[in-house]
């Protein structure tokens, strides 16, 4: 369903609502949630049925009733661990010749196995999608796009997936190589408390050993109408266009770490272009949730995530509004499903519709990440202002 289709019938001009009313078979605003909840609650049930072929949730939830009567029934279920998903085959639901991506993530701050996780072709697809329709927002057929996050070069990466779901409809995807890429990456890190106390001259090509010269001088090159960054990377370039954007930027999309509000209207103001904020996570094959142009949270996807809150240090699924840890359970997936999932992330489900119409649910900003030792209670860490904690290679 196209926007213009979408708006035709009642459906707000949030990128997504179209697309996932295709999905469900809604024709209006009015209808989107109610089908929405009833697709939702039959992937869940597909979700479960599937997990359950894998040996660990075959274990887990044999003594379980998968046959949820409703979604609010999912909190009667075990969650699962980042420490699981180190016995990553225990989950697989596939065969391992129809894994088409292996990604291996280190847990911060722990010392045990690291977490792995599969996605097949079928997987990588839906975040195509969802990667197509989300930066609709932003980027248009015979645009040029830069996707600097960590590893985004690889095969099946997030710069390759973006190339993939944008390179059809006539968008140019283009990512640093990887000299200049490993070059600006010491630089992002020392200059990502920067959040508007930028210093050094627009002729940054001249800046000689400054942190990122030479990923900025690389953006002047090939003068991208839409970058896709991580807050640091963001910050630090900032540092070196510090008083209007990089020559033809108009819109930027935000991901990998949480994006500190004043990094973000500083942004906007100096660059005078769109910034978008973006939160996913590996596990849900990267894309979950993105904002619209009305800042009023991170619309989610609802047909492939279902998100809880839950109290960090007990099991209890908190209210709408109450900031607790992100529980995530994957729909739709088809390698590694995941159920109950605890993210170590604290946000909150935000009430009512968005500002821009939509009646799809939105997750909150990320306030933190719950740190839990043993013998300890959990606690939650804050990222220092302006600065978001290390990104893992996509």
């Not at 079928?122 to 990667?131: G, K, M, V």
């Not at 709408?320 to 946000?347: F, H, K, S, W």
């Amino acid at each position: 369903m196209s926007m213009d289709v979408a708006q035709s019938v009642g459906l707000a001009p949030c990128s997504l609502d179209g697309w996932l009313a295709a999905q469900c078979g809604a024709t209006s605003s009015h209808d989107l949630p109610g089908c929405l909840a009833q697709a939702r609650l039959a992937r869940l049930r597909e979700t479960l049925l599937r997990a359950a072929h894998g040996f660990f949730y075959a274990t887990r939830l044999q003594c379980c009733n998968l046959d949820l009567a409703r979604v609010e029934d999912l909190e009667s279920l075990p969650f699962t661990t980042a420490e699981d998903l180190s016995n990553w085959g225990d989950f697989l639901c596939v065969s391992q010749g129809d894994v088409q991506r292996m990604v291996t993530l280190h847990t911060s701050g722990t010392t045990g196995q690291p977490k792995r996780l599969a996605f097949t072709d079928a997987d990588l697809a839906r975040t195509r999608d969802f990667f197509a329709v989300g930066m609709s927002q932003l980027v248009r057929a015979g645009q040029r796009l830069a996707v600097l996050l960590p590893g985004a070069e690889r095969p099946d990466g997030v710069a390759d997936l973006l190339r993939q779901a944008l390179g059809g409809v006539g968008v140019d995807v283009v990512a640093p190589p990887s000299d200049i890429h490993k070059a600006s990456e010491a630089g992002s890190a020392a200059n990502s408390q920067v959040a508007g106390q930028a210093r050094g001259p627009e002729v940054f090509c001249q800046s000689g050993g400054q942190p990122g010269a030479a990923l900025a001088c690389w953006l002047s090159e090939v003068a991208p109408h839409c970058l896709v960054a991580a807050p640091a990377q963001l910050a630090m370039l900032l540092a070196h266009f510090p008083r209007c954007a990089p020559r033809n930027l108009a819109g930027v999309l935000s991901s990998a770490e949480p994006l500190d509000a004043e990094l973000g209207q500083n942004l906007r103001r100096v660059w005078q272009c769109e910034v978008l904020d973006h939160y996913g996570l590996t596990e849900t094959a990267y894309g979950c949730a993105v904002e619209c142009p009305r800042h009023d949270g991170f619309h989610i996807r609802e047909l492939d995530v279902l998100i809880e809150i839950v109290d960090i240090s007990g099991s209890k699924v908190l209210p709408l509004g109450q900031a607790g840890e992100v529980v995530i359970t994957t729909l739709q997936r088809e390698a590694m499903p995941l159920v109950r999932y605890r993210t170590g992330d604290v946000a909150r489900l935000l009430p009512g519709p968005c500002a821009c119409g939509s009646p799809l649910r939105r997750l909150g900003p990320v306030l933190g990440r719950i740190e839990r030792r043993a013998g300890c209670c959990p606690r939650i860490v804050c990222p220092p202002k302006g600065k978001g904690w290390q990104a893992p290679c996509l």
